[in-house]
């Protein structure tokens, strides 16, 4: 084709792999590589699909190397250097494309497999493409191995398949070329635009069940993947850092590489959840504590407090029976209460506000309290100015506001939910001041579907930072010996040293549960 036809040709036109060669060559190498990566992403389960094959448990196949292909490729495409390009590098080592080769072409199924794992080791070559036109000509060849995939697995036991998957598999290209014309990234959008063809549901659930039984190995891989699908990616700079892990770990196997990763996510999770405070054991008693790290000039303080304290005045005498904002009580006791308790720490008070003002709103939304009543406004006006004063005032607080702002509650899973209160409630007795009911209340707050949302992510984010910053404390240990010799007071308070082991491993069960919501 001209060049002149190529500069012409639009993302909408792309219809098989001349096309889109068409189309790349106007388009700079990264869109190469984005559109190389989700292609052969499609096809991907076709080739974990025959993992349990007879031929592939002889060949000792596993997931991890080309896992760590595709998400390494990611990652050279989002942050292009020296060290995420070596990685990608390493990533497609031979030992992968030996084991590839180790495929039959007895069976379909794993003609099929052999053409997606052809897709899945091609896409490097768009990653290490001297310029863009290298790329786009390995991007068209992986385009049209995973086509070949998508064909031949009309030839399997994928019974539903029929000529129009190849035309709907088009379309996906079609359709990540025009977001990237847009100077979108399709890295944000769900890997099929609609249901995906019956032949990817079958191949991708019948390995996909597996991972959730080997939690120890597959636990980031499933997030991985579950935010490939829909779009939802994992942090990039999680993903960056996981890509960087030594080729020697890599090639130790799932094990130790979940090990990696494991403390690659907890160092990622402290640093994606400041929470305005310093959260240590005390040396006097050697339980965990927590204190302020930020303070609000005393007028502001005072203003602050002042208002609040305004907003539980604001119903009078609430013990009376006549009381028209009786339903309110319970939530002015514990504003007062709070208040009382966190008068000093301004991040503690702006939750406070949040967390009242929020309640009231409920009960005036179920009735319970009357709706477009003036005190009840003024009492949730005086609450969110307080609020916004703190963050106005506190650069701390507007941190920890920012921070929670990209938490994603809605990625909470019950259903493979461990003991989060359990948990909560023997970590609490590691703890002293407002740690030992701050942990439990949270805990339940996460899990209770009738506290209004923003309550839940408000105490979620909490319970992720201080769970996190325990367990780093705990990690940063680094031996059984240095537990014993540091940690008598915890010890203690768990029952003995076994439990405090035991604790500690079902509290990395909770954090990886809560790394969801990052």
């Known amino acids: 084709m001209a060049k002149t036809d190529a500069a012409r040709m639009k993302a909408d036109e792309i219809k098989d792999d001349e096309s889109l060669m068409a189309w790349l060559s106007a388009r700079p190498k990264e869109d190469a590589i984005a559109i190389a990566i989700r292609s052969a992403l499609r096809v991907f389960p ?38 995420t390009r070596d990685a990608a590098i390493a990533a497609s080592a031979a030992d992968f494309a030996a084991r590839s080769g180790a495929m039959t072409t007895s069976q379909a199924s794993s003609r099929a497999a052999n053409s997606a794992a052809a897709a899945a080791f091609r896409v490097m070559e768009t990653v290490t493409g001297a310029n863009a036109s290298a790329a786009a000509v390995a991007a068209s060849l992986v385009t049209k191995s995973s086509a070949i995939a998508v064909g031949k697995a009309g030839e399997t036991a994928y019974d539903t398949y029929n000529a129009s998957d190849q035309t709907s598999f088009w379309l996906q290209i079609s359709l990540d070329a025009q977001i990237l014309s847009l100077g979108d990234d399709p890295f944000t959008a769900p890997l099929w635009s609609s249901t995906p063809p019956d032949w990817f549901t079958q191949a991708d659930g019948r390995w996909g069940y597996s ?34 892990i030594p080729d020697a770990i890599w090639q130790s196997g799932p094990a130790a590489v979940s090990e990696a990763i494991r403390e690659i996510e907890l160092d990622f999770a402290i640093s994606q959840t400041p929470n305005a405070e310093i959260l240590a054991p005390d040396p006097a008693t050697g339980l965990f504590d927590v204190r302020p790290d930020t303070r609000l000039p005393a007028d502001h303080l005072r203003d602050v407090v002042l208002k609040i304290g305004d907003a539980g005045d604001t119903f009078g005498g609430l013990e009376e029976t006549d009381n028209r904002y009786t339903a309110a009580k319970d ?53 969110d100015d307080a609020a ?52 439990p209340e949270d805990a339940r707050l996460i899990l209770d579907t009738n506290t209004p949302a923003d309550i839940r992510a408000d105490a979620a984010y909490r319970e992720l930072s201080r769970l996190s910053r325990i367990m780093g404390w705990y990690r940063g240990l680094g031996s059984k010996e240095k537990v014993l010799a540091k940690g008598g007071a915890l010890i203690a308070a768990a029952g003995g040293v076994n439990i405090l082991f035991d604790l500690f491993r079902n509290l990395w069960a909770v954090l990886q549960w809560l790394w969801l919501l990052l």
């Open 46 to 83: 076709l080739w974990l699909a025959e993992l349990d094959a007879h031929w592939a448990r002889s060949a000792e196949l596993s997931e991890l190397p080309p896992l760590r292909l595709f998400l390494a490729s990611g990652v050279a495409r989002r942050s292009p250097a020296p060290d």
């Open 211 to 244: 991972w959730p039984k080997k939690p120890d190995k597959w636990n980031f891989w499933t997030r991985w993947w579950d935010g490939v699908l829909s779009g939802q990616q994992l942090d990039w700079e999680l993903q960056k850092a996981v890509a960087l």
């Open 331 to 383: 939530d002015i006791a514990y504003l007062r209460r709070r208040a009382a308790r966190d008068g000093n720490d301004p991040r503690a008070l702006h939750d406070l506000c949040r967390s009242v003002s929020r309640r009231i709103a409920a009960r005036v939304a179920d009735q319970s309290l009357p709706p477009d009543d003036p005190l009840v406004q003024d009492c949730i006006r005086q609450l």
């Open 388 to 439: 916004l004063d703190i963050v106005g005032f506190d650069e701390k607080t507007r941190e920890v506001v920012t921070h929670r702002a990209t938490l994603r509650l809605e990625n909470i899973d019950r259903a493979a939910m461990p003991d989060l209160i359990e948990v909560a409630n023997q970590i609490a007795a590691l703890t002293q001041g407002v740690l030992v009911e701050d942990i």
